[in-house]
């Protein structure tokens, strides 16, 4: 993957920055219009960046691409919103160049609205994607996503409270790749009072501010 050095202000930037496959191109240009279309609607993504989707959502996404270890078979998004970054990467990870195997991407949102936009484009783009139409906490969804390669997370809550909602599903192999911003120090930090974890920074190529967070090994601190 090239990183993008200059903001990607349409589908050719983001070709050219990722060099993906047509077929990829074509299945993200339709979630492109998807989503405008549907921001009339629905409040999607925060409409002053619509404009700049290519860069502030589906770049912003794709980043985490470099970060996907060869062997991922499995992936949670958490909190999913419009799908970013669980649909793109669903999308990415599809892409039969790239990837020898399938990997199972599960999308979970309690927006019922959401998911339904969700549906539409993993179903006009023929992604197949699990979407999990409900709260992550909530014990009844944890056995089907349970013990996966990676969990992914943008803009769902700080560190703290996502730690506390998916600690009962990390495994000893899971990994967490959370997109945040500039309050990540402060985030772990906090987080630190209360959870044992490795974390890896890694810079944001979209957003001068922004971090990838990478955890591992992430276990609940007790008392005494």
Not at 64 to 78: A, E, G, Q, R, Y
Not at 173 to 193: C, M, N, Q, Y
């Amino acid at each position: 993957m090239t990183e993008p050095k200059s903001p990607i202000r349409s589908a050719e930037d983001f070709q050219a920055a990722f060099d993906v496959s047509r077929e990829t191109m074509e299945r993200l240009e339709i979630y492109a219009d998807l989503l405008r279309l549907w921001q009339a609607k629905i409040n999607l993504v925060a409409p002053k960046t619509l404009g700049e989707a290519w860069h502030r959502h589906f770049a912003d996404s794709a980043q985490l691409l470099s970060l996907t270890p060869k062997n991922t078979k499995s992936w949670v998004d958490v909190g999913a919103g419009a799908g970013f970054p669980g649909l793109v990467m669903a999308i990415l990870l599809a892409d039969s160049e790239r990837n020898n195997l399938p990997v199972e991407v599960s999308l979970v949102e309690s927006d019922g609205r959401k998911a339904a936009f969700l549906r539409e484009v993993a179903r006009q783009t023929m992604i197949p994607v699990d979407i999990c139409n409900a709260r992550i906490e909530l014990s009844t969804n944890y056995a089907k996503i349970r013990g996966r390669d990676i969990y992914s997370a943008r803009a769902f809550a700080p560190l703290t409270r996502l730690f506390r909602d998916i600690h009962p599903l990390f495994s000893a192999s899971s990994t967490g790749l959370f997109l945040k911003g500039r309050s990540v120090a402060e985030e772990i930090k906090e987080a630190e009072d209360l959870w044992n974890f490795d974390v890896q920074l890694v810079e944001s190529v979209t957003d001068p501010d922004g971090r990838i967070v990478v955890v591992r090994n992430l276990n609940a601190k007790t008392e005494g």
